[in-house]
């Protein structure tokens, strides 16, 4: 599913906006203000979802831990809404609910537990202040000579830099897919085998006529010990 490209809707004045549930709710408009200088844990969902109801409490439980924290966020984006923007196709989203952490500009998927006390021990554990352009005096100088080089390229040569990651990303995933084609074909061919051998063993030793008869006769034996 492709999410098509929507102008944001919600008002200027309008600085943050937190949902019914009390879990604040992220929009294109607002997602760089509000995750500036951040480790975030974004839900990104649809209000129809069955998965995304199901959750819901858990991460309103969450979020409600994490209210008011300057190091952590935990969110959420309404990919149904015109004022999500663009934020759902930028990052990957094509199924529900699609959990996301890390830093805001580059999100990470995860793939942990949804219930209330796996997400609370993963938030614990990774919303915590990280080394970034916003952050460089918790970067070692390795990290800041590398944040200092990336700075100083172009657009053109991030994008160019971003599209060779994306193409070996891309190229690994490819290669994992046939493997597991590989792998599929082959546990078809064993079970086909096995089938086969277990279909011409039960012929040779006529087994069902065989079980048949040992049931006939075991069933004779206990009748003739009742009596």
């Given at each position: ?172 995933e490819e290669q994992a897919e046939e493997s ?48």
């Amino acid at each position: 599913m492709k999410f098509s490209t929507l102008a944001a809707t919600i008002l200027s004045s309008v600085a943050t906006f937190t949902n019914a549930e009390g879990v604040t709710s992220l929009t294109a408009e607002n997602y760089a203000s509000l995750t500036d200088g951040k480790m975030v844990f974004i839900k990104f969902f649809a209000p129809w979802c069955g998965h995304c109801k199901n959750m819901a409490p858990d991460w309103e439980k969450l979020a409600a831990d994490w209210d008011g924290s300057e190091v952590g966020l935990i969110a959420e984006v309404d990919c149904t809404s015109e004022d999500k923007g663009d934020l759902c196709e930028e990052n990957g989203v094509t199924g529900f609910p699609t959990i996301k952490y890390g830093d805001p500009l580059a999100l990470e998927d995860y793939e942990g537990g949804r219930e209330y006390e796996e997400l609370a021990v993963f938030a614990k554990e990774n919303l915590k202040p990280f080394c970034s352009p916003s952050n460089l005096d918790l970067c070692d100088e390795e990290e800041k000579a590398t944040i200092a080089k990336l700075q100083g390229m172009s657009v053109e040569e991030l994008d160019e830099a971003i599209d060779a990651v994306d193409k070996e990303l891309e190229e690994a995933e490819e290669q994992a897919e046939e493997s597991i084609e590989k792998l599929q074909e082959e546990y078809e061919k064993i079970m086909h085998e096995l089938e086969e051998k277990i279909k011409s063993a039960k012929k040779k030793y006529n087994y069902g006529t065989m079980k048949s008869i040992y049931m006939q006769k075991e069933k004779a034996d206990g009748a003739k010990e009742e009596l």
